[in-house]
């Protein structure tokens, strides 16, 4: 499953590097004939431009384009072979993944995070806002040395009105050190794998209620 992480990562980043190829080679195009068009409007009628040098150059580039666009196939190709069926991911159904994601959704009045810190802090607060950005909760840290700590939230607002469930929630957190500087953190969930699923083109993952993109997954344990 590991294989099947990395895999969708790859791929990004090989499309991200295609179309900014595909980029480079358009404004070069796009360069290259200007000039050829400049030149050939003042050059000199009695000696006129040799043709085979730009020739050459216009073979060259339209090669380039060439490798680019079988690039792209070969990708598209790589996507669809590593997404069809989700067979690649089939495998993690029914064991415990660990996703980075600040989201979780509201189930049997809870939603649960692991917060991670990247060093030690004296003080840390902890913001659930709602799918509209609005803030529906917020407390102190109780875990504030470097690593994992554990966020269970009941579900309940401000005004301690138990909220529904099915709603998707999201934790921020705002950490600092003794001498007020900033504590890097990131936010996970974890669960058991229920379901893999195909959503406009990316392989999702349903660990326990929560639904994460495949790349967000960060380990796998079998329970």
């Keep these: ?30 360069t290259f004939l200007t000039l050829l068009t400049t030149q ?6 009695t000696s006129p431009m040799d043709t ?11 090669g380039v384009q060439q490798q680019l ?39 049997s009045g809870a939603a649960n ?14 913001t659930i806002t709602d799918s ?7 407390t102190a840290a109780s875990g ?4 994992d700590h554990a966020l269970s939230w009941n579900g309940k607002n401000f005004s301690g009105v138990q909220l529904p469930d099915g709603g998707t929630y999201t934790l ?19 669960g058991t794998v229920g379901s893999v699923t195909q959503t406009n083109g990316t392989t999702m993952v349903k660990i326990g209620v929560n639904s994460v993109p495949l790349s967000s997954i960060t380990s796998v344990t079998n329970p």
């Design 113 to 126: 995070w692991t917060y991670n810190l990247a060093g030690d802090a004296s003080a840390a607060t902890l």
């Design 69 to 107: 666009l079988t690039n792209e196939l070969l990708q598209g190709i790589s996507n669809n072979s590593s997404n069809s069926g989700v067979a690649g991911s089939v495998g993690l159904i029914g064991k415990t993944a660990t996703a980075t994601s600040s989201n979780a959704t509201l189930a």
């Design 40 to 45: 050939l409007k003042n050059q000199d009628p």
């Design 1 to 30: 499953m590991t294989d099947a992480i990395a895999s969708a990562t790859t791929n990004t980043a090989a499309t991200s590097n295609i179309n900014a190829g595909q980029a480079s080679l358009n404004e070069s195009y796009t």
């Design 172 to 190: 921020s957190i705002a950490a600092a050190d003794a001498s007020g500087n900033s504590v890097a953190s990131t936010s996970s969930v974890t």
């Design 144 to 147: 504030l040395t470097a690593g």
């Design 132 to 138: 509209t950005g609005k803030a529906v909760y917020s």
């Design 52 to 62: 085979n040098a730009f020739t050459q150059q216009l073979v060259a580039m339209t």
